[in-house]
């Protein structure tokens, strides 16, 4: 298979080994049988057909490393293999796949994220006039208020640049929920703000205000 882009999941491709890998990943090892070719770090063995395949738990991530097919009657060849590949170190995830797993994870954040704050603004919305306070994902504190004056609508949004933990977030985060908004309500226009029309700024608050 060709390497999907980054906006594809690679946990969510439809293949028959991703689908038998997301069918033991809530469990795994626990009920795998170990690979005895290779002694460190523990590796478990899937089996589809007359396929083999080696599966690496590194954390909360089920890895799966290889695939092979062995030759009728025996297993021998493809556990044989995956020794191979462990002794030449291209068995276990790389740093390119390490990478690959945060940019994903990245990208899940995003679109959570956003998926929340279109959801807070689809409330503002039906209940213009009444501010409302979220925190996205249960992770960064936002607070959203439309106001309606003279056929104009005034959309405030604030995005904290802390997390619930008091730990500070990057600019970008915020930079690109305030595109995704933006884009949502279009045609609008937006500016950043210094003041909030009902109450004060926070000081630990980027503020945004759209009108159209």
């Known amino acids: 298979m060709d390497l999907p882009p980054l906006d594809i999941d690679l946990g969510k491709v439809s293949h028959p080994w991703l689908e038998e890998l997301r069918r033991i990943a ?21 089996r589809i057909s007359s396929q083999r395949g080696a599966t690496w738990v590194d954390g909360d991530v089920v890895w799966l490393c290889a695939v092979h097919r062995r030759e009728e009657g025996s297993d021998d060849d493809a556990f044989s293999w995956f020794a191979d590949l462990h ?42 006039g009444e501010e409302l306070a979220s925190d996205l994902c249960g992770w960064l504190p936002c607070r959203l208020l439309i106001v309606q004056s003279d056929g104009v609508e005034e959309i405030w949004c604030a995005l904290s640049v802390m997390d619930v933990d008091n730990n500070f977030i990057r600019e ?20 950043a703000r210094n003041d909030w029309p009902r109450g004060e700024r926070q000081w630990f608050e980027a503020v945004r205000l759209g009108l159209r």
């Open 172 to 191: 970008q985060v915020r930079d690109l929920l305030f595109a995704e908004l933006e884009t949502y309500l279009e045609p609008v226009l937006f500016e």
């Open 26 to 46: 809530p469990d795994s090892p626990t009920g795998q049988k170990r690979i005895l070719s290779i002694d460190h770090p523990l590796v478990y063995r899937l």
């Open 87 to 128: 002794e030449q170190g291209d068995l276990l995830p790389n740093d390119n796949d390490h990478l690959r797993d945060r940019a994903e994870a990245a990208i899940r954040l995003h679109r959570a994220l956003t998926a929340d704050l279109l959801r807070l603004t689809d409330q503002a919305m039906s209940g213009k």
